[in-house]
């Protein structure tokens, strides 16, 4: 093996998703937070909902609670209406991204703004450092038109958060998070260099994309997540007419992480109190 290829990221491990129920019945595709992968720090939970059946999607997410969290909603197709208990909200559309911040407490729900057709999208969970766990809340709204996307020759790449080739996703975050959505045909490869010491995934969510190159390459087929090893480089490569995955890199917090229901702390002495104080009406 050349020196190139042993500075390129390969396949640790690869997952498949499980099919869930969450909210009020909305039908889900689990990727982290399953019995098959609980987290890969610092990302806490990862839904993918893709349906064209409105019983699947219409009973959405009423009023709940959060705490030690941020949780980001990208739609890729369709809309979702978003409300808050403080004060932030507003309609999902396609290519638009939501990026809440819950910190100490906050009250949301996120309802569908469709009552038929085609409904596409993710919801992925980030622990917050220790320190920033009982942040005051926070809300953005990243409409599509503020999301750049960097073409490439046949590659296209939407940046949502983190650094692609000079361009830098709207997104504000605690610590370094890129997540990306990248689209390429079959034969075209995406390259990036990620900053060192975070972990990568891939998530696959159209046709088949091989990561790595040489004999240590790996294809993940639609509805795989990988689980990226060490390396400088990450290399992708569509293996059908059409491919697209999901990228995500994040500095992993190396903390305790300690899971109840909707929050997220480093402690269960922690979520008892975030449960005491909901159920107190103290927790925001």
């Given at each position: 093996?050349?020196?190139?290829?042993?500075r390129?990221?390969?396949?640790k491990?690869?997952?498949?998703?499980?099919?869930?129920?969450d909210g009020?019945?909305?039908?889900?595709?689990?990727?982290?937070?399953?019995?098959q992968?609980?987290?890969?720090?610092?990302?806490?939970?990862?839904?993918?909902?893709?349906?064209?059946?409105?019983?699947?999607?219409?009973?959405g997410f009423?009023?709940?609670?959060?705490?030690?969290?941020?949780t980001?909603?990208?739609?890729?197709?369709?809309?979702?209406?978003?409300?808050?208990?403080?004060?932030?909200?507003?309609?999902?559309?396609?290519?638009?991204?939501?990026?809440?911040?819950?910190?100490?407490?906050?009250?949301?729900?996120?309802?569908?703004?469709?009552?038929?057709?085609?409904?596409?999208?993710?919801?992925?969970?980030?622990?917050?450092?220790?320190?920033?766990?009982?942040v005051?809340?926070?809300?953005?709204?990243?409409?599509?038109?503020?999301?750049?996307?960097?073409?490439?020759?046949?590659?296209?790449?939407r940046?949502?958060?983190?650094?692609?080739?000079?361009?830098?996703?709207?997104?504000?975050?605690?610590?370094?998070?890129?997540?990306?959505d990248?689209?390429?045909?079959?034969?075209?490869?995406f390259?990036?260099?990620?900053?060192?010491?975070?972990?990568?995934?891939?998530?696959v969510?159209?046709?088949?994309?091989?990561?790595?190159?040489?004999?240590?390459?790996?294809?993940?087929?639609?509805?795989?997540?990988?689980?990226?090893?060490?390396?400088?480089?990450?290399?992708?490569?569509?293996?059908?007419?059409?491919?697209?995955?999901?990228?995500?890199?994040?500095?992993?917090?190396?903390?305790?992480?300690a899971?109840?229901?909707?929050?997220?702390?480093?402690?269960?002495?922690e979520?008892?109190?975030?449960?005491?104080?909901?159920?107190?009406?103290?927790?925001?």
């Open positions: 093996m050349t020196a190139s290829k042993q390129v990221c390969g396949v491990r690869t997952i498949e998703g499980m099919t869930v129920h009020a019945g909305v039908r889900l595709n689990r990727i982290i937070a399953s019995p992968l609980n987290h890969v720090d610092p990302f806490v939970l990862l839904d993918e909902f893709r349906s064209d059946d409105p019983n699947d999607y219409i009973k009423p009023w709940h609670p959060h705490r030690g969290i941020e980001v909603t990208y739609m890729v197709h369709g809309r979702f209406k978003h409300e808050d208990s403080r004060g932030g909200g507003g309609t999902l559309s396609s290519g638009d991204v939501q990026w809440m911040t819950a910190g100490k407490g906050i009250l949301h729900q996120e309802m569908p703004g469709q009552t038929d057709g085609s409904m596409w999208g993710y919801q992925l969970w980030l622990t917050l450092p220790k320190a920033d766990k009982m005051e809340p926070r809300y953005q709204h990243l409409s599509s038109e503020d999301i750049p996307v960097v073409n490439e020759g046949d590659v296209e790449v940046i949502i958060s983190g650094e692609f080739n000079g361009s830098i996703g709207p997104a504000q975050t605690w610590f370094p998070i890129s997540y990306f990248v689209r390429l045909p079959d034969g075209a490869a390259h990036h260099h990620p900053k060192p010491g975070m972990n990568f995934l891939v998530y969510h159209t046709g088949s994309v091989v990561i790595g190159s040489g004999d240590g390459a790996s294809e993940i087929p639609m509805g795989g997540l990988a689980i990226l090893d060490d390396g400088i480089e990450v290399h992708a490569t569509g293996g059908s007419e059409k491919n697209g995955f999901l990228f995500l890199a994040g500095k992993p917090l190396n903390e305790p992480i899971r109840g229901g909707p929050f997220v702390m480093n402690t269960p002495e979520i008892e109190q975030a449960w005491k104080d909901f159920y107190d009406g103290n927790l925001f």
